[in-house]
């Protein structure tokens, strides 16, 4: 970032206008300092989410996206550090973040031993406002699978929104192409 500040003030120094940086200059150079300060350890240590953590992570749970479970694991270690359990099938993440605007505390990605591959996210809502939250966000909708009270929700595209005691849990499992070899 030196080097870029240094070749601003000399190319502000051949204009004539020696000592003003524009404000795209002013503005660039901010935007550069954020960026390395996002990318430093105490930013990752911090758990502090990557700018693309809700098109990463956001098109996985909707299931936009292949679900890749060493990505996903590697994307959230880098960002958040190493997970903090490993249960039910999953690498659990704690997390401090949002999407579409709603709290997310937990991520949970498959360790690869069952049949399926998934990603997954608890929100701190309920299954009825995330599916309006994402409706809202990305045009995608959720239909509830019966009609039972606790009934979870479907989009069009396979994902599912479900009860995970008082949140909303949103998950995209697929069939792990692995686990029929």
């Known amino acids: 970032m030196i080097d870029?500040?240094?070749?601003?003030?000399?190319?502000?120094?051949?204009?004539?206008?020696?000592?003003?940086?524009?404000?795209i200059q002013r503005a660039?150079?901010?935007?550069?300092?954020?960026?390395?300060?996002c990318l430093s350890p105490a930013c990752i240590a911090a758990g502090v989410?990557?700018?693309?953590?809700?098109?990463?992570?956001?098109?996985?749970?909707?299931?936009?996206?292949?679900i890749d479970p060493f990505f996903f694991w590697s994307y959230l270690k880098e960002?958040?550090?190493?997970p903090y359990k490993q249960e039910g099938g999953a690498y659990w993440f704690k997390v401090q973040?949002?999407?579409?605007?709603?709290?997310?505390?937990?991520?949970?990605?498959?360790?690869?031993?069952?049949?399926?591959?998934?990603?997954a996210a608890t929100i701190k809502a309920k299954p009825d406002a995330l599916s309006d939250a994402i409706l809202g966000s990305t045009g995608i909708g959720?239909?509830?699978?019966?009609?039972?009270?606790?009934a979870p929700m479907?989009?069009?595209l396979?994902?599912?929104?479900?009860?995970?005691?008082?949140?909303?849990?949103?998950?995209?499992?697929?069939y792990n192409p692995d686990s029929w070899r």
């Open 97 to 119: 973040t949002s999407l579409w605007g709603m709290q997310v505390s937990d991520i949970l990605v498959s360790d690869g031993s069952g049949q399926l591959v998934f990603l």
């Open 4 to 23: 870029s500040d240094f070749n601003c003030q000399q190319h502000a120094q051949r204009r004539g206008d020696a000592g003003r940086a524009s404000g």
């Open 158 to 174: 396979g994902s599912r929104i479900v009860y995970a005691g008082q949140d909303a849990r949103i998950y995209c499992a697929k």
């Open 154 to 156: 479907e989009s069009g």
């Open 49 to 66: 989410p990557a700018s693309t953590f809700g098109t990463t992570i956001g098109s996985g749970l909707l299931c936009l996206d292949q």
């Open 28 to 37: 660039a150079l901010a935007a550069g300092l954020m960026l390395a300060s």
């Open 142 to 150: 959720y239909m509830k699978d019966g009609t039972m009270r606790y």
């Open 79 to 82: 960002s958040f550090g190493a």
